[in-house]
């Protein structure tokens, strides 16, 4: 199969954790989010927790009127966060499962042992025009939970590829590609993401099947050393030649 466009979602949540360390106003993610545009990301990505510990709600407002991006909502399965989905109406909305005591998402969503809670939930998202996404572990059973929920996109968890160095990296790679081809072979859209950094991005990018990567935590923190534009601009320069 022809390898996609591979496109760069660049998730800018701990932008908010910067300004939030102080309250106050800055560092704004709006105007990270039109740095990212001008750096060469093809959408925003942006996480709306319960506890409201980076994103705002009027993140969300702002970026959702004012960024000329696709933006991507990340958002746990709950009423609350269905009802605020459906006022700003992003491009996507992607899935996540959240525990109040996690530092970030520790693995992906249990799709396939929650088709009733969640059923209802992603149809009333794809009925409002909203592109849903499910991230999940590179799990068959999940990717087919996803796929007979009728999501049209799912996001591979990448955390413990990158958490793991070696052989054992290697056989979360191999876990990856597997779960990549399936879910082209069922009709999914897949993305990937969680934890990517300079050194980890280019396997996961070399795979052909795979349209999206979601990055942030790294791209924040790199810009502290050499800039949020050039850090975006090289993360993007390793996809391409990974994707070549
Ligand atoms: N994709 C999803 C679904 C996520 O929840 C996150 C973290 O919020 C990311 C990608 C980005 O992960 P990181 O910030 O580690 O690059």
Request: charged content about 25%.
């Amino acid at each position: 199969m022809p390898s996609l466009p591979l496109r760069l979602g660049v998730n800018i949540d701990h932008v908010a954790t910067i300004r939030n360390a102080r309250g106050g106003r800055h560092p704004d993610p709006v105007r990270s989010a039109y740095l990212a545009a001008a750096a060469g990301a093809d959408g925003i990505t942006a996480h709306l927790r319960e506890d409201r510990r980076h994103i705002s709600d009027g993140d969300i407002a702002r970026l959702a009127n004012e960024i000329q991006l696709p933006l991507n909502l990340e958002m746990a399965a709950t009423e609350e966060m269905v009802s605020i989905a459906l006022r700003h109406r992003p491009h996507a909305a992607c899935i996540v499962p959240e525990k109040r005591e996690e530092r970030t998402t520790e693995g992906g969503l249990e799709v396939a042992g929650n088709m009733d809670a969640l059923r209802p939930i992603v149809a009333r998202l794809v009925d409002a025009g909203i592109r849903v996404s499910m991230f999940i572990e590179p799990d068959p059973r999940q990717l087919d939970a996803a796929k007979a929920l009728g999501a049209p996109v799912v996001e591979l968890h990448t955390g413990s590829y990158c958490d793991h160095e070696g052989a054992a990296r290697d056989h979360e790679l191999e876990r990856i590609r597997a779960a990549a081809a399936h879910a082209a072979a069922i009709g999914l859209e897949c993305h990937a993401g969680h934890g990517l950094s300079f050194d980890t991005v280019k396997p996961i990018a070399a795979i052909g099947s795979i349209a999206e990567l979601n990055i942030g935590h790294f791209l924040v923190g790199e810009a502290i050393f050499i800039g949020f534009e050039a850090a975006i601009r090289h993360m993007r320069a390793l996809m391409d030649e990974a994707r070549r």
